[in-house]
Structure formats: C-alpha cells, structure tokens
C-alpha cells in the first residue's frame, strides 16, 4: 500500500482528493493536514465521511510527513508547497503539488502574475508539468509533479491537437470558461454567499486571470511559439464544472480550402483515440458539464463556422476531479507505476 | 459473472442503476430495456455513458429477457411489472421491481392508491419488501423483491427503532418529506420544469401521496398493530436527495418521565450500529441530504423537545440511490450470496 | 414627502427596504445608514442600484437621524434598537423595528430565547407587534412598531383564524417550515457559501429556533391560552421565499363530525377575504413560493385529512418583503394614514 | 387608457408582458391571448395573478382583437404573425410583434435561417427594429414594431458604440453569450426539466443559432458594411438573465496606439449616458444578470487586454423584460408619446 499524505485536507479539492483515495485499492492516507481544523476529526468538518474516515486533522508538518508518507499531496495556497521544499524532503517522498507554484517555468512570469515571491526557483526546471495526457512519460519518472490548474487542464486540452498540428491560427484563439463555484474554494466571502452567487452569472479576472500563463505556457510547447491569447473565466451557479469555448480561425490548405469536419474529428481521435480520459464526442454533439460530473473525463467536441472561417472547440471536465483530485491521482499512478485509471474508473453520475 | 437485465433502463433510476451495476465487479449488464429510445445508443441517451456503455437499448421482452439474465431490475411504472410477471419468469430468474406492484400486501389497498387493477396478486404473498435493514434473511431467500419506494425508505428507516421499541406514540406520528426533483422521473411535463422548480418549493399529493399505505403497513408490522399516519412530501429545487422530518410523542415510562437523549441514542444504535448503510449521527447533528449524495447511506438524527414532549426524528438518504437503485443492488446482492457492501461501497460525494 | 431613513441598509432586508421605499411615491430615502460600509457608495455595495441611488452610507447615529427622518426602520442585529431607542428619539420620528428587539412582551422569555440583556425593556408594553391584518388598529397609533419575524408571520397568518375560531386542537399543533437562504443574512460564513447550501436541504435550530416564542405568544393571544407547539426551519437551496406545513388535530362538533373543506375555506375568507395582502387559494391548491416572489402577498391553503383527523395548513409568502421589508412599508403606512398598499401593489414576478 | 391585447400570454415573455402592463398606469390589458388554455381562467395557469387577474384565456382572432385594442402584443411562435397581419388590422391597431417575422429586412435571409416561408414580406419594409435606444425616432411613427431577440438586444447594445465609432475590427468580432433558461421557453421538453438544466452548462445551436443575423444586420448598418461574426450561446441554470462576453481587435490610431479605457469610456458614455434604461459601469465594473433581474436595464462594462490589444465588452440584462417583454413595452410607451420609462421605472430586485 502506497501512503498518502495531504495537505490542505479540508479545501473542496482536498476533499476530493480524500474521497477518490478512499476508492483506490493501493492507497492510504496517512495525514489529513488541515491548518485551520488541527485536532478536530475529519469526518466533522466533512460530514459525508462520517463512518468512513476516523482521523483527525493534523498540522502542517511536512518534514515529519515526509517520513511517513510515499507521496505528498498539497492541495494548498499559492506560495505554500514553494516554501517548505527541498532537498530532505524529495529525497524521501514524491510530491504532487496542486498550487501553482511549479507549474510555470519562468519564474518571473510567476511572480509577476501571482504577486509573490517563488521561495524555491531551484525546483521548478525539475517539475513536471502534469498534463498526463501530453507528459506522460516525464509524469512515470518525476518526483516532483506540477498539478495543471482547472481551467488551465480543459483549456489545453480542448485546444493542444489543433494547436500543435498547426491547424489553427493561434494568434487568435479566445478562451471563453464558464466555471462551477466549487473552483472559487472553501473560504467565506460575501461573493460566494448561495444568494449572490445564485440566478446570476458573471465575468472574472478578464484578462488578468492567473491561469492565462500557464495555459498560453504549455500551448506554446505545442505550437513551438510564444502565444498570447485571451481567456475570460466566468462564474456559473452550479457546484461543479468547467466549460471551455474555445475560438480560433482555421489555417487554409495550399489550394485555400478550409479543413473538414472529417479532418479535425480524426485529428482529434489520433491524439485521444486510446485515451481513456478524454472523450472526443461524435460529431455535432456539444459538451455538457453534467455528463463528466465526479468523473475524471474531459469532453471535447467542436463546430466549423463555414462563414467565418473559424472552429469552435469546447471542452468540459469537473474542476474538482480531472481539474485537480482526479489527475493529481491519475499523476500518482503513473508515478509509482500502477494502473493509471485505479482509482478513476468511475462513470459520471447523472443527473 | 452475474447476468443482469434492467427493464426502463433510460428513467432516471434506471440510469442509476446502470451507474451502479457498471462499478459492481460481480455483474455484467446483457440488456438495457427501454421502450422509448428501443434500437438507440443508450449513451446517445445518457451521455455520460459515452465510450463506458457501448450497446443499445432493447425492447421490453421479460420471456426472452428470463432466458439470459440471472436478474431482472424492473424500473417501469406501476402495474407494469405485475401485467408481466408470472412463474415461468421466476423460475428462470430473479426480480428485483423498483415499481410498487409487489410493495403493498393487501390488494384492496394497492388497487386504491394507485387506482389500477393488479393483474398478479398470486405473488404479493410470496414477494418479500426490499429494506434490507429490517427483512435481510428474507431477501436472501427470495425470487421476487418489491424494492420500497424512496419516500419510504426514509421514513421507515428513520422511525423504525423507536417505533418497534414503542417508545413513541404511533398515533401522533407526522412525515413531512422534502425531496429533490429526479423523484418526478424523467418525463417532459410542465411542472418539472427547470424554471418551475428553481426558486420554488410546494408541497404536494397532501393526504393522498401513494407512499402513504406502504410506510404505514411497514411501520405497523414494527408496532404491532394499525398505524394511520400523516405523510406530506414536497419538491425542492435541487436534482437529489430526500430529507425526512418526522414528529411524534415520546411515551414516558412508570415514573412520567421522558426517554433521555442517551436512551434514544442507545435505541438507535443497537439497532444500526452494525448497520454499513445506516448512520446514527451525533446527539445534535441534524442530517443534510448532500453529506450522502451519491451513496448508499441513510443518515439519522433526532432532537427531543421537552417543551412539546415530542421527538423530532430526521433522515436523509439520495433517493436515486438508497431511494432506489442503489437499495436495489444491496437486495441483489443478498439474493446472490454476495457481500451486502460490494457495487456500493463508495464515499458521498461533496460538494 | 415623508423622510425615511434606515439603519442597516446593506444587509438583504435593508436593501429591500431600499428597493421597495424607491417604489413608494410618498416616501424619500434619507439616511442610507450602515456600519459596514460607512462612505462607500450604496450602489457600490449593491450594483442593482447603480444611477438609482447616489447616496454614501452612513454611520449609525439615531439621535441625528431622529432629527432628519419622519421614520426610521431598523434593520439591525438583536439588541441592537433597544440599546439606542430613547424617548428623545421617540418623541421625534416613528421607528419600526425589524430585529426582535420589541416583538415578545415577556422579557424574561426574550432574554432567554435569545440569550441577551434587554436594554430597555420599558418600551415593550407601548410597541405594537406588526402583524397589520391583525394589529391594524394599534398599528395607526403606534409610535413603536415590532415588525414581525418572517417565519412567524407565515406561520401566524396561516394558523391564526382556526385558532381564533377554536377548530383545532393546539396542542396538536406542529409548524414545519422551509426558507430559502436570504433569510440567514448576507454574513460570510462557510455554512452559507454558494457550493454548502446548493444541492442541499436540511432542518436546523430543532426546538429551539427564536421565532418559537413569537408564534406561541401571537397565536396564544388568538387561543386565549398558552400554546407551546413543535417549530421547524429547514434550509431550501433557493433565494427567496418561505413555505410553511403545519398540521393539528380538528375539534370535532357535538355529533362527533369534523368541520367540512367548505366550513374551513369559509373561515378563512372571513378572515382574509378583504384583506389585500392574504390570498386564500381555491381549495385543493397547494401554495408555492415562487408565485408570490417579490411580492407582499401571503398565500394560504389546506387540506383536510378525514383519515387521521388532521388539517394540513401551508403558507407561502416572500421573507424579504411580507417577511420584512414589504411589512415594514405595509406598517409604516398605516402608522402616516396612507393607503395601506402604497408601493406594494406590484404582481409577483414569475418565474 | 390604451387598451392592449395580448396573443400567446401564457408563455413566459407573454406572462411577463402581463405583470409589466399590469403595473403601467396608462394600459388596460383586455385580450389575455392562449391558444392552449382557451376558456381557463389566466390565473389558473399563471398563480402569481391570482386575484390580480380574473380574467379567462382567449382564442387567437386577430381580426376582433384589432377592434378592441389600441395594441397588440404577438409574444407567438415565428411565422405566426407574419400569418395574420394584413391592412384591415393595421389600419385600426398599432402590433409590438415579439416574435422574429419583422425583425431581419431580407426576406430570404429570414427564410434561410428560420426554415420558413415568409407570408407578409410586404410589410418587413415598413416595420420597424425596436431597439428604441438606437430607432427611438422611427419607433414613434410605426404602427407595426419589430421586438427584437433576447441575445440580439444584449449584443447589439454591447457593441453598438464602438462598431459605430469603427474603433473595433468587425472581422473580428466574436461574441459568446449566456442565458437563463427562460429563453427556453415553457414548452415541455426533455432538455428542458430540472435535473437536466440544474449543475449544467453547456453551448447550443453553436454557428447555426437564429439571432445571428439579426445581430449581423443591425451592427452592419452601425458598421456602414456588411458584418459576420461568431454568436454562441449557452445555457445557464437560472431562470432569467442574459450575458454577453464580445471580444474584438480594436483599431490603433494613426501613431499605432490603442485607444485607452478612458476613451472607450467615454464613447460609450457619449451614446448611453443619457439612456435611462442602459447603464454603462464605472471602469474594471463587470456586469451581473443578477443587478439587472426584474428591471429593464442593460448593464456595460469593458475590458481592454493590451497584451492582445483585443477589448472584451460585457453586457447583461433580463431576457424577459429589456430581452423581451419590458423592450416591448418601451416600444409601446414610444409609439402612444407616452413617457419612455412608465411602467418599467422598477429598481431591479437582488437577491
């Protein structure tokens, strides 16, 4: 049995991550690290693990959790996992970070984004980016994986085939996520109150959201190019989800001909067709936030716009599963060798 | 592998079911009964079953349907499974019905409440009621389970102990149900509508709800005698779950005194305390339909009023799952021999 | 012009309050009093009134606004209007108070139930409760008005003829009430967050709520004797609105005969029929929140259960109108000899 | 008193135009127009009316309707009116049409889009686009009004400034709208229940939806040349409001600057600033359906993305009122030379 040990338990992604490791026949947790619950057992803080988990919440220590556990989980701030790393501790354990802090390669970048200063740069070439889907093999040999971001993981992966096949012309791609509020956390502030967040949507962050780096970062890969796009997030009154429209104007053939449904839809199947965690959709059928709910999956499908030469690509996942539990465990997999689906074969609950 | 067959496999229970039964590792589904969508891709229905559920829905056929399954699920409406059933069928195979046909012992009052004629009574007698928290042996045993219904389990669940123990007055026994809207099924009407259910809650059926005679018989077994009771469901804008708030006198013993706390508790978990799907909360805990979202659980709670000299005894299970499919699965799994738990075994999911 | 000013103008009732004095052709908003948010814009705090309101807010200070407004309407926390009502205030401007400051006439009993010292309990005695279809007279001579609390005045309209006519019995008498969530206040706390109360529903404060004693004290005034009933909140994942089931046992007359629906329903219509804000609904309707959003109506039906003897009793009406802000304007003008309707007479919105 | 008429009431913009008219203090409603509830009192299908409306639902008969109204308002399906309209009625009547039939001037445009046959195409020259913050003029002489779409209304005003000021690049100018599902309608449709709405996003009608060239035709004529663009819209699990997120390239200026916030805001404010019913947010504000809900405000707010030297415009309003009903009424009160604002100066409710 694999011991897992996870700091930041009591966030909503915390959470999660308790209860997909409970389902996964080679894990057990070992630490639920919760700052702000120390001492009070779990299961009253998260009353759906009442029975299930007995534990108590323990403080932050990951020096001592690094002698316990085989992998660490920190589904923490900003700034948290950047600040307690180092060498002791990687040398003991594997660490799958869910912040941000590794995910970005340019360290200014990240400073100047998140507005804080990265206490361990020394780290961040080390990281793997884990987008199972495209880093795979470098995920089986890390020790130190970078969890993508919610909107950041839909976002890539609805948009990464076209993007890297140079189908489409990525100085105008826009990014239009709609989001569950489960991805705004646990932390009580009047905006996240049911009745202002309630029969009401809104935009977010426009153009200063902080995954915007890292989703124009790892499409730059693809692409082999800078890009700088536009990604607006907004706020849907729903606890989960994540939609992506995405829009771009397709690159014509040499004789000026636009590509086919029937060419993107293959493209599309080459890259995923094996995948067991992204689903392309038949053609014409859009993606809905309900039919992945507490799955690992991402849906992607698409439309071509004949008239103006533009595709739509859409995507959608539950932020809280493959937007962060689910591919933190779907990380650890292929971290220790194991089946990468344990764990995550679950089919989405509807309604 | 055990053979399953699920009639109206595309209502919402039946979906659920499905969901279920894909996750049981002793069960392989061979049919997928669905009268309204026959010859369509079932994940063309319910598409978070795409690329997880490959076949397509079958006509209803119970005769063809007995030869290749070991179990039949028949989530139909009513009268529907009795019009069927005969002993030909059950000699081949077994049935579990989510419908009310086999729920209600005396016909006169089946035939009331749901105002049809019952076209098999030669097996109410011999059909055993599914709460497997109260008639375990007797499932194990039978060919033909009447599954209760989602009101029911709640209710009967939540004021079985103390009813069977006598220590409340059965004669002032009130239900007052709460249920999310995928207890209306699936089909188009008006009323189910999102904009005529969000930011709304009615009640309805008011003294004539069909749920009625079936929590009165069960209850009356336990009490011993007739039991004439007042149940008042209502919609709730949310897709699960059904929150049961149930008031009744506490008897006091020789001396006038009332059942302490701790005695109610003690009642409690002598009865479920090694009950896998039935939680006694701690004394004050009131009980919340989304700490068992997606599972198997019945929660419970109670608080005594002194004032009133009443007991307010609540509970809350997923009416899709314990309220159905998932109370489904359990029954089968004893009528099989298998581990009560096994298919069913997971975490609530939250938020 | 009458000048209005209030004290706790951004919480959601003062900004009902807002909303519905801006409507109201009578009255000028002069004092946009609250703690919170001192010299920040109102319309910053609440955007829908964006180019509607220009005003800053101010601090409390009742002795200035005493001088400037013909009527203050506290919408503040318990303990609060007592702490600052003087006779100097008094003498000067009408004050109606939508805390509970003023509602129980038995000290003892507030200081109980709500666990603070009353400072100046020589104000109770002269304060009319503001139930206007029940207090209209004392109401238009009233300097002080207690405006009633939002389930108390559901439940108290929708039980008070039967009592007053002594058709049922009171000891019988359970209140089971479901709100939606504007009635916790706009706090941030976790247990109101947007992703807790979503998808959810759940009893809370079981036997010990504080709109216990105000329903027992007005409805026993209506009993001519002391009534002590069962009362229940339940937490509905919806903004607006409050719905009330509350059962009791008929009295039978001398022949052992239960009144008839058609007795009944003629009760009400005595009670009710011209009043303006109470709808007695056809019998055999059921109430429901949503047709009564946004506005100051109350909608009453029933349903007689010859099997066990009870009447189901339901209520439905707006919490921040008819609950607070709508009674409040209701109250005030009766208390200035205006129409009593005036800036009420809006259609709820729907849907 | 003008006298209204009313042909398709029971939907939900036609329900809407009922407690709008009801509240206008210049209107009489005397036709309450239901193919589908002929001869059931208004009421009995709409609650929120009871006792407010005692009138029965009428037939369709155009002909007698424009004898006794002074208006007529179709809230019908497309094609209806163009069915029915002639001289004889025009010539006695003025007709707010909310439907599609006169809103696109090209006749096979319509026909191409909608799928069908055009029967009244010789009065698309004469009616006029009701957008009355743009046509306010020609809206006061016509007696045949063209309501525009929900989404179209949203998106137009949203751009109108800057396509007409040419200070965006049309060609790129993509718009990605959200909607409550009101829009929907209340037809009763699988898609459509509350288990399939609630927790769900997702786009529809991707390329293909309706209001696309109806946002085309209007913004060409801003333009001063032909427009095509990218319209997506999406549906939100709320009841009402509308959402537009619309990016765009903005033009540099002759030295190859971008215009600043400061100038964008200022072109807008030039065009709305003394619009009542259109309110452009103070800079970084972004819009909320919720701060508009009930109330015939659009709210504007905008982003300008140096990085990609796009702007994103936002706009928000209630799909029923300034998206249907209240538009119409706005129609009305110019077309009779009544005050723009009677019986839509509402403040709109929150929460």
Redesign the interface.
Known sequence: MIKAGIIGATG?AG?EL??LL??HKEVEIVWYGSKSYVNQRYADV???????VDEKCLDDNMEELAQQADVIFTATPQGYCASLINEAILSKTKVVDLSADFRIKDVSVYEKWYGIEHKSPQYIEEAVYGLCEINREDVKRARLVANPGCYTTCSILTAYPLVKQGLIDTD?L?I?A?S???GAG?G???P?????????????G??THRHTPEIEEQLGYAAGKEI???F?P?L??????I?V?A?AKLKKDAQGRLPSCEEIKAVYDRYYGSERFV?V?DQG???????????NYT?IGF???E??E?I?M?G?LDNLVKGAAGQAVQNMNLMFGLEESEGLA??????
Chains 1, 2, 3, 4 share one sequence.
């Open positions: 909503y959470g308790v209860r409970l389902g998260y009353r759906n693990m009442f029975q299930i105008t826009i239009d709609k569950g509020t489960s646990r009580a502030k009047v996240n109150l049911f009745c202002e967040v309630n029969e009401n949507i809104k935009a977010y426009v153009a700088v796009l536009n607006t907004h849907v009154p729903m606890n989960r989800g939609l429209t829009y689903r959709l059928v859009c993606p809905e936030t309900k039919w992945v709910e507490g799955s849906d439309v071509i716009d008239r103006t533009r739509i859409m959608a679950v089919a989405p609950m509807f309604p």
